[in-house]
């Protein structure tokens, strides 16, 4: 995906005066080397300035990592490390930064070579703070050089999501649907997490799209959505239009994004969208979304941020879905229970009218939007794409600001069931454990609106880091039965 950073790591080791700076140096080629046979050689850079007490050799080794094109850096304490100039390092590095630190090797090292980074870590940890500088510091921050490998691992996606929240233009158009307050929210916090945002009108957008009539490189498109949808193609007839609409949005990106260099969309799809397009976005939200670009339905400004948040953290389509109805209990007994180990309350349909990338879905089809049909000409409602959408492991999440600028998310594990929806749009089965509990005293409680964001994958741990780096104040998750929540009745039966 091409709408995603890449990272680099530059790793600096620190040595404080009274200890041995070898032992700095041999520790983080160990960790290095340990991290290229276990990784890619290409992710980290291993910067040759051990910082001793001096700030120049601060100013040395930020000056050679950023000349090596790192975006992003590691603190290494391969022993006590000197608090002052390895977080001035930090302070001065323009990125995401982390800290780690070495463990003692055998019982040999006891003796004499004892790093005593361990300590160190808390003496730094506290200057941080002193200095006010975001730093991530892993939940086992501390271990032997194939421990760290893991951890540096671990901090790349967090890395690139950072990075990319920081050059993140979001583009919306139309402000939301009348009597849909759900996803409106002020966008103080955008700017508070540097991420830009260019708010147009969606008269705008209809000029630019009456522009592209008679594209020339509408054919081409059409000819690659044949291809994407195969025997799914049902609405051959709409293909030039929904054409036509994915170069309008394509050409505005580019037109738009200005000095930032990755892009997501809030966009509008009614009311007056389908009378005054003759169709609905959603099959080209769903191809723009499969390519790494979000776009968020009903102008859902928090809902595209945290779509993009998971398409650089899986490196991969995300979704986003209503959190939208529960399961008949027929339907729980006939192919749930006793199979898999949910509750009936466990489990909901998550849905939207066809937003999710094809490559996502179980034979996906393109179809008319039936909700808005009720309402409407069916023909001016084509340009769906429906199918249950693929069963597998998934993250249910969300980041959101509240009316007076508080930040707050939520984060769930689950899985889509491979249970048939018996239903229409991009729909699924999931299973979420104590989703009850969660629905009530997380989603309700703290007024979260009905669109969740879905990553194709178990990566909760990463959201929640991304999150508590971010400074969001509330992180909700699906808490265990034997942890009740703030607000839970415990006199309940």
């Known amino acids: 995906m091409n709408n995603v950073p890449t990272v680099k790591l530059g790793i600096v080791a620190v040595s404080r005066d009274c200890f041995p700076i070898e032992l700095s140096i041999r520790r983080r080629k160990a960790l290095v080397e340990a991290y290229k046979n276990k990784y890619n050689q290409d992710d980290i850079y291993e910067c040759p300035i051990c910082i001793f007490e001096s700030e120049i050799d ?15 850096l590691c603190v290494y304490l391969g022993n006590f490390g000197p608090e002052i100039s390895e977080t001035l390092l930090a302070k001065h590095f323009d990125g995401p930064k982390m800290f780690i630190a070495a463990e003692e090797e055998n019982i040999g090292v006891l003796s004499s070579d004892r790093g005593d980074a361990y300590c160190g870590l808390l003496n730094a940890s506290y200057n941080l703070k002193l200095r006010n500088i975001k730093a991530y510091i892993p939940e086992n921050p501390v271990g032997d050089a194939d421990d760290l490998a893991d951890r540096l691992h671990e901090f790349l996606p967090i890395a690139r999501t950072l990075i990319g929240l920081s050059k993140l233009k979001i583009i919306s158009f139309g402000p939301r649907p009348q009597n849909f307050l759900a996803c409106n929210a002020p966008i103080k916090q955008l700017y508070n997490l540097d991420v830009e945002i260019e708010e147009n009108s969606e008269l705008d957008l209809f000029e630019s799209f009456k522009k592209h009539e008679g594209d020339p490189r509408i054919n081409e498109v059409v000819e690659d959505m044949k291809k994407e949808l195969g025997n799914g193609n049902k ?22 994004k200005g000095y930032r260099e990755y892009v997501a969309l809030a966009s ?21 979304t499969g390519r790494g670009i979000p776009v968020s339905c009903e102008v859902d400004i928090y809902g595209c941020l945290s779509e993009y948040i998971g398409t650089c953290i899986a490196e991969d389509a995300v979704t986003l879905l209503d959190i939208n109805n529960t399961l008949p209990k027929e339907l729980y007994k006939n192919d749930i229970e006793g199979k898999f180990n949910y509750k009936f309350d466990d489990t909901f349909m998550g849905f939207h009218c066809g937003n999710t990338c094809s490559r996502l879905l179980c034979n996906p089809e393109m179809r008319y ?45 689950g899985e889509i069931l491979p249970v048939s929806t018996h239903s229409f749009g991009s729909i699924a089965v999931f299973a979420i454990p104590e989703m009850a509990r969660f629905y009530r005293h997380v989603l309700i409680e703290n007024g979260f609106p009905h669109h969740g964001a879905v990553a194709f994958g178990h990566y909760g741990k990463t959201i929640f880091e991304v999150f508590k780096y ?23 039966k």
């Open 470 to 492: 971010l400074g969001v104040e509330f992180i909700g998750y699906n808490q265990p039965s034997s942890l009740p929540y703030k607000s839970e009745n415990p006199f309940k």
């Open 369 to 413: 939007q039936k909700i808005m049909a009720r309402s409407l000409p069916k023909e001016v409602t084509n340009g769906t794409l429906e199918g249950d959408i693929k069963p597998g492991d998934i993250t249910f999440y969300r980041l959101q600001s509240t009316a007076d600028n508080h930040l707050l998310a939520y984060v769930a594990e």
């Open 268 to 288: 509008k799809c009614w009311p007056a969208f389908q009378t005054m397009f003759g169709f609905v976005p959603c099959y080209v939200n769903s191809r723009l």
């Open 235 to 256: 609405i051959p007839s709409i293909l030039p239009k929904l054409a036509q609409y994915e170069l309008t949005l394509l050409d505005w990106i580019d037109n738009h």
């Open 58 to 72: 601060m100013v040395k080794s930020l000056e050679d990592i950023k000349s090596h094109g790192c975006n992003a």
